[in-house]
């Protein structure tokens, strides 16, 4: 190939990438000036991760990100924001504009390396460019692809699975040079990939060492060279920003691959969509639109081929016949994971040993891996057509990409201008001007009970991402350090509890928990202000533009008890507010979530002169025993005696009529999901109260 024909190329797949941008996002989301449409879905935590990390200082970790998280020891990279386009953006940001998003010259870089890639990989094999050019029109439509343009920007960078794949025609020594730098590069795009180049470079390695092309020793020394600087250039990007435990995920078995997936049209865009003009979708389960693949109808032609090559051939095409084998055995039954299905039918679920289920939890999406076998069947399957028809081979290969089109145009459509972005109703109610005043009040924004991916971060996202404060904990990101949220969420509880407002001085907490907004009207009114804002609420020690908390009528009522009768307090009445403040409620019973625990009730009655019996029914969340010891009880601010019996706590109390009674629950005796070791949860737990009868 002539310097001229490669310049031809790329000014070819530039403008063919360009004219498919326009196509998939339109003039509108192409502009790197509008970010209208990174509003829905997972898209939000891309930009606001990116507007962060821009206007922050330097830091090492390289990206790391403490502003968006706070405490989290929150990372770039847990945003999924592209970090290798977020270093480079970041570098110029002091002439980009103040409105800027870099995802959808993301996904013109994507298209254009992707066709241009495939071309080069099926030129090296036939040395033909017009058969090659041809080809290449299969990977840019390439559905797995597209089919990620909706949610998940980073994972449209498929060209590097087939450049991981061009580097298998170079020489020994500098094929390797060149997959350590492939893998170094997609460590800063996506782990997903990383996870995928290594698997298919370890499988080439055993594949080695099974056919003696290489010594035992020679294998592991490869392997270990190139962990070398994988594991330093992690570190120095900060992925181990968090602990290795914390990088686990649920979700192995619920979003593998169906065994129908090659020939189900059935895709997702933000609705449930048909890929074929052919094929009627089929049914799924769980999570599986993970392992989406559908081949198209010519697609699944060149499965037949890969099939017969994989089992029958001779010829190398990128890899060993009996490599190949190998790869696509290892690779699709890791995608299918534990849990086995054609359609809506289980086939087999078998469970896997929690430390086996913990090292799966690696590839928890594991319907992904069916990419690396996806692009190979297309390979295989595009090269046998020129092997097999020398004289046809142009025109065989230019009518099965017209079907192919022509299938897949009934999915594309869905793709067309940017359809597959929602716009959120919650843009046009959301009041920024509001929200901007409030910023300048307070330097950080913060849940009162922190937690990942919380309902505010949905409805408060348009807010977030506009970097209106400093800093916030209001987040969702891919991975977080578990203990330190649960740390941070007993800290913030136990002071309020322990009347320790000094958190509340620059910043602003919000809560949708009326139980929590219940317990600061009755015990801490004239301490904190509380202002409503769309079925949530804002506490913070100044007013809010000088203005009073306001809509609060409905928490001046507290479960009232008429003593003239033996009474339950109503723990699940819907018509209350809920009773006390660090729970969580089942719908069966209270949940004690960590040390502390307060419930509000009142009294009435003609009896209330004399002292009353409380007894608190309970049972542990977890098989472990308790006796008075691993429990503390205060009654309006005094310590109590109490015995335990049968799982009751019984104690005396002075009874006051009309008074808000404050009952305090201590306990140094609990545990998480993680203590046990059956989970990665680390809220803490001690035990369930299904019942408070005073008698």
């Known amino acids: 190939m002539t310097k001229q024909d490669l310049i031809k190329l790329n000014i070819f797949f530039l403008l063919f990438s360009l004219l498919l941008s326009i196509y998939l996002l339109g003039f509108r989301y192409l502009d790197p000036t509008n970010t209208s449409w990174l509003f829905w879905g997972d898209l939000p935590i891309l930009q606001t991760g990116w507007n962060f990390f821009r206007i922050d200082e330097w830091r090492f970790p390289i990206f790391s990100n403490p502003n968006l998280g706070i405490y989290l020891n929150n990372n770039l990279i847990y945003s999924d924001a592209i970090p290798l386009f977020a270093l480079f953006f970041k570098t110029f940001n002091f002439i980009l504009p103040e409105n800027f998003q870099y995802f959808s010259l993301w996904f013109l870089l994507s298209l254009y390396l992707q066709g241009l890639i495939s071309y080069l990989i ?50 020994e020594n500098k094929k390797f040079k060149q997959q350590v730098a492939i893998i170094l590069l997609s460590i800063l795009i996506n782990f997903y990939f990383t996870l995928m180049l290594l698997l298919i470079f370890f499988i080439n390695q055993f594949y080695k060492l099974i056919t003696r092309k290489k010594s035992f020793n020679f294998i592991l020394i490869q392997c270990f060279l190139i962990l070398i600087p994988l594991v330093p250039a992690m570190y120095i990007f900060g992925y181990f920003q968090i602990s290795p435990d914390d990088g686990l995920a649920w979700g192995y078995g619920y979003f593998n691959l169906n065994l129908n997936s090659f020939f189900n049209p059935l895709g997702e865009t933000y609705t449930k969509i048909n890929w074929s003009n052919f094929i009627s979708t089929k049914p799924i389960q769980n999570g599986e639109y993970e392992g989406f693949s559908y081949l198209g109808i ?28 190998l790869i696509t055995f290892i690779t699709f039954f890791l995608s299918l994971s534990n849990n086995i299905t054609f359609g809506d039918t289980t086939i087999i679920n078998f469970p896997l040993n929690k430390y086996l289920y913990a090292l799966a939890s690696l590839f928890r999406s594991s319907g992904r891996f069916i990419w690396l076998i996806y692009y190979l069947i297309f390979i295989v399957g595009i090269v046998s057509i020129y092997i097999l028809f020398p004289k046809k081979n142009i025109f065989i290969l230019s009518i099965l990409l017209a079907i192919q089109l022509f299938d897949l145009s009934g999915g594309l459509k869905n793709y067309f201008n940017g359809n597959q972005y929602k716009t959120s109703s919650e843009l046009f109610y959301t009041d920024y001007e509001y929200w901007k005043k409030i910023s300048n009040q307070f330097e950080s924004l913060r849940l009162l009970k922190p937690k990942n991916d919380s309902r505010i971060y949905k409805k408060l996202s348009p807010i977030i991402i506009r970097n209106y404060f400093k800093s916030t904990d209001v987040v969702y990101l891919s991975r977080v350090n ?17 009347k320790d407002l000094s958190q509340f001085e620059k910043t602003l907490f919000i809560t949708d928990d009326i139980s929590s907004v219940n317990y600061f009207y009755h015990n801490l009114k004239d301490k904190i202000y509380i202002n409503e804002y769309k079925n949530s609420w804002l506490l913070s020690k100044k007013r809010i533009f000088n203005n009073e908390s306001k809509n609060l009528s409905y928490f001046s009522e507290v479960p009232i008890l008429d003593l003239n009768k033996k009474n339950a307090i109503p723990i699940l009445n819907p018509n209350l507010p809920k009773l006390g403040f660090d729970y969580n409620n089942n719908n069966k019973n209270l949940i004690l979530d960590g040390k502390y625990g307060v419930i509000n009730f009142k009294l009435t009655g003609n009896n209330c002169k004399e002292d009353k019996k409380i007894k608190i029914n309970f049972e542990p969340y977890f098989n472990d025993t308790f006796s008075e010891t691993d429990f503390e009880i205060e009654m309006n601010y005094k ?57």
Request: proline share 1%; glycine share 4%; with cysteine.
């Open 298 to 325: 010519s697609g699944l032609i060149f499965l037949i081929m890969f099939l017969k090559h994989i089992f029958f051939g001779k010829m190398n095409i990128i890899f060993d016949p009996r490599n190949v084998l």
């Open 482 to 498: 578990r203990e330190l949220i649960a740390k941070e969420r007993y800290n913030i509880i136990n002071k309020i509890i322990d």
């Open 122 to 171: 099926i030129f090296r094999i036939t040395n033909s460019i017009n058969y090659s050019l041809i080809g290449s029109v299969f990977f840019i439509f390439s559905t797995v692809m597209i089919n990620r343009i909706t949610e998940f920007p980073a994972l449209f960078g498929h060209w590097i699975i087939l450049l991981f794949f061009y580097t298998e025609f170079f020489d």
């Open 639 to 695: 310590k109590k005696n109490f015995k335990i019996v049968n799982n009751s706590i019984l104690f005396k109390f002075d009874c006051v009529s009309n008074y808000t009674n404050h009952l305090k629950i201590i306990t140094n005796k609990l545990f998480s999901q993680y203590d046990k070791r059956i989970g990665l949860n680390r809220l803490k737990r001690s035990i369930f109260i299904n019942s408070i009868i005073i008698d």
